[in-house]
T-cell receptor, first 112, second 114 residues
Framework: QQQVKQSPQSLIVQKGGISIINCAYENTAFDYFPWYQQFPGKGPALLIAIRPDVSEKKEGRFTISFNKSAKQFSLHIMDSQPGDSATYFCAASTGGTYKYIFGTGTRLKVLA | DAGVIQSPRHEVTEMGQEVTLRCKPISGHNSLFWYRQTMMRGLELLIYFNNNVPIDDSGMPEDRFSAKMPNASFSTLKIQPSEPRDSAVYFC????????????FGSGTRLTVV
């Protein structure tokens, strides 16, 4: 019940296309859902985060869509660029706790 | 701000040796985390400190692992003795008190035990 299932494991998208990464969870107590971006040789960096009281959050080309009833959330990268090529991790945590449950990661490659 | 600073960036050591990884969190961040990343297990939380006090070390694999935070600006993760299965990238992260600000990760230490 503590797992966060992430898919796909890898994704190849043409430049200018839309990249979509999905995550699903079971624990309805989760109330904070961040996405992290990791480039090779670097630590994960917070990209965007959402709480379950909203269904969508947009920051530039990055959008989180959240479906509370389905217990799913997804990251959409619009107009994908080669510079977006990285590994993306979704995560979830429960209010008042410090533990993030990370997904297994999606390796995104955007072709020029 | 220089971010979370970890050293060394790379460490190669022989099995049985002691390894010490170091971390300087962002000034003013009261929470510090040590994570381990491997292909097989992904990102695993090893230990969490709040205000220099270890709060949860349930992720520490075994007694060979120990972590300290003697002050607000420094933490160490020690492995003694090291084993090949400890080979991984170890990340330190910090955040302001109140976790929902997101973690800031360091660049990690890639440990190879041969």
């Amino acid at each position: 019940q503590q797992q966060v299932k992430q898919s796909p494991q890898s994704l190849i998208v043409q430049k200018g296309g839309i990249s979509i990464i999905n995550c699903a969870y079971e624990n309805t107590a989760f109330d904070y859902f961040p996405w992290y971006q990791q480039f090779p040789g670097k630590g994960p960096a917070l990209l965007i985060a959402i709480r379950p009281d909203v269904s969508e959050k947009k920051e530039g080309r990055f959008t989180i869509s959240f479906n509370k009833s389905a217990k799913q959330f997804s990251l959409h990268i619009m107009d994908s660029q080669p510079g977006d090529s990285a590994t993306y991790f979704c995560a979830a945590s429960t209010g008042g706790t410090y533990k993030y449950i990370f997904g297994t990661g999606t390796r995104l490659k955007v072709l020029a | 701000d220089a971010g979370v600073i970890q050293s060394p960036r790379h460490e190669v050591t022989e099995m049985g040796q002691e390894v010490t990884l170091r971390c300087k969190p962002i000034s003013g961040h009261n929470s510090l985390f040590w994570y381990r990343q491997t292909m097989m297990r992904g990102l695993e939380l090893l230990i969490y400190f709040n205000n220099n006090v270890p709060i949860d070390d349930s992720g520490m694999p075994e007694d060979r692992f120990s972590a300290k935070m003697p002050n607000a600006s420094f933490s160490t993760l020690k492995i003694q003795p090291s084993e090949p299965r400890d080979s991984a990238v170890y990340f330190c992260a910090s955040s302001p008190t109140g976790h929902n600000y997101g973690y800031t990760f360091g660049s990690g230490t890639r440990l190879t035990v041969v």
